[in-house]
């Protein structure tokens, strides 16, 4: 299995920049497809962008794509993504997941391990 533990959240004023760390432990890294998932409060936990193993591919939900950027450094055992243009909306706490999947998937359920999450608050 695998560990997880995310960092880099916080607060920020619209239309600024967060850049979000998971760092992974345990079983080998790159055996994993990542996800990143958000949750608001009252709020179901929703896809926010997903890469493959090798990192050569890459999946964003409708609502970020543009301003949001998935990557992975398999050798330093590191999952980031990348926060351009934040909006209050984009409020929420943040999680990563790992999958052991060959594919992205976009649905929560089907990710086997989680991390605690970080929470960005993007102020008006």
């Known amino acids: 299995q695998v560990q997880l533990v995310e960092s880099g959240g916080g607060l920020v004023q619209a239309g600024g920049s967060l850049r979000l760390s998971c760092a992974a432990s345990g079983r080998t890294f790159s055996y994993y497809t990542m996800g990143w998932f958000r949750q608001a409060p009252g709020k179901e936990r929703e896809f926010v962008a997903g890469?493959?193993?090798?990192?050569?591919?890459?999946y964003y939900a409708d609502s970020v794509k543009g301003r949001f950027t998935i990557s992975r450094d398999n050798a330093k055992n590191t999952l980031y993504l990348q926060m351009n243009s934040l909006k209050p909306e984009d409020t929420a706490v943040y999680y990563c997941?790992?999958?052991?999947?060959?594919?992205?998937?976009?649905?929560?359920?089907?990710?086997?391990?989680w991390g605690q999450g970080t929470q960005v608050t993007v102020s008006s």
């Open positions: 997941a790992a999958d052991s999947a060959g594919y992205i998937v976009a649905v929560a359920t089907r990710y086997d391990y």
């Open positions: 890469i493959s193993k090798s990192g050569s591919s890459t």
